[in-house]
Structure formats: C-alpha cells, structure tokens
C-alpha cells in the first residue's frame, strides 16, 4: 500500500473522487457528485494497492480549526486499518501546519471509530442529507 498526497488547488483528484464516489454515492445513496467548495482548499490522501485506488480522506483548515473529512475505503479494503492509517496521516498534515485542535461532523454509525482514534463527540448533531451526523474533537 503507498499514500500519496495531493493539494486540492493543483493536483488531479480523481482517484480521490473516484472513492469517494464509491463508498458515498454509489454504496451509501448520498447525492451524486460528491465534490464541495473546501476541495480545492485541501490536501487530499488517496491510498493505493498496487495501481488501484482504494482509500481517501481530506483535511482543510476553516475557522481556526482542522478539519478532517470525507474518510473512504472501498468496501473490499475495510478491516485492513486504512481507515486509522488516513487519520494518523492527515493529523500529521495539521500538525506540520500548527493544528491544536480537529474537528470533523461522523456519520453516527462511524462515531466509534473516531472515538477509537481519539476524537469526542460534542453532542452537536446535524443532518447531510438523510444521515446524521455528530461533531466531534481532537485535542492534539
């Protein structure tokens, strides 16, 4: 497996959107394309096997805060730590960057694995489309 990092202003990010495109839209229903405004101000991570992409996540900062986010791995990669590599990898972006505190909105099935990463939930819920989410935080 090899993570490669990739600046959302410059770089091509479709491998990135291609996983996201996967887990969020076609696996989960969420409304197709899943591209936002903070794309470009991020730095994207996309892991791959072999050639393959297979897992990413994103990391912008916004209002004094890093934010982690659209954390995906294709179905058939799961089990196989990808999730926490990412994470372990975009705090060390925020970390070269000066970040004292993350914060990311969890789909609530995934609240336990951010909570296995260090993060807490705020008791902030919101709504993305059908699903809800809860804010949490990292102290680092």
């Known amino acids: 497996m090899e993570v490669k990092r990739f600046n959302?202003?410059?770089?091509d990010l479709t491998d990135?959107?291609?996983v996201r495109e996967?887990?969020?839209?076609?696996?989960q229903g969420f409304t197709l394309p899943d591209v936002?405004?903070?794309d470009p101000l991020?730095?994207?991570?996309?892991?791959?096997?072999?050639?393959?992409?297979?897992?990413?996540?994103?990391?912008f900062k916004d209002d004094g805060f890093f934010h982690p986010g659209r954390i995906a791995v294709l179905k058939s990669y799961r089990k196989k730590q990808l999730g926490r590599l990412l994470m372990e990898e975009l705090?060390?972006?925020?970390?070269?960057?000066g970040a004292s505190c993350l914060r990311l909105g969890a789909q609530l099935y995934a609240v336990p694995f951010y909570e296995r990463c260090g993060y807490r939930g705020t008791g902030e819920r919101f709504?993305?489309?059908?699903?809800?989410?809860?804010m949490?935080?990292?102290i680092l």
């Not at 996967?22 to 696996?27: C, K, M, P, S, W």
């Not at 991020?42 to 990391?59: C, F, M, N, Q, W």
């Not at 705090?91 to 960057?97: D, L, S, T, Y």
């Open 91 to 97: 705090e060390k972006i925020a970390r070269e960057q």
């Open 8 to 11: 959302g202003a410059t770089d």
């Open 136 to 138: 949490m935080e990292k």
């Open 16 to 18: 990135a959107f291609y």
């Open 36 to 38: 936002d405004g903070y």
């Open 22 to 27: 996967q887990v969020f839209t076609i696996e």
């Open 42 to 59: 991020s730095t994207h991570l996309v892991i791959y096997d072999a050639e393959k992409p297979v897992a990413t996540g994103r990391i």
């Open 127 to 134: 709504m993305d489309e059908f699903c809800e989410h809860e």
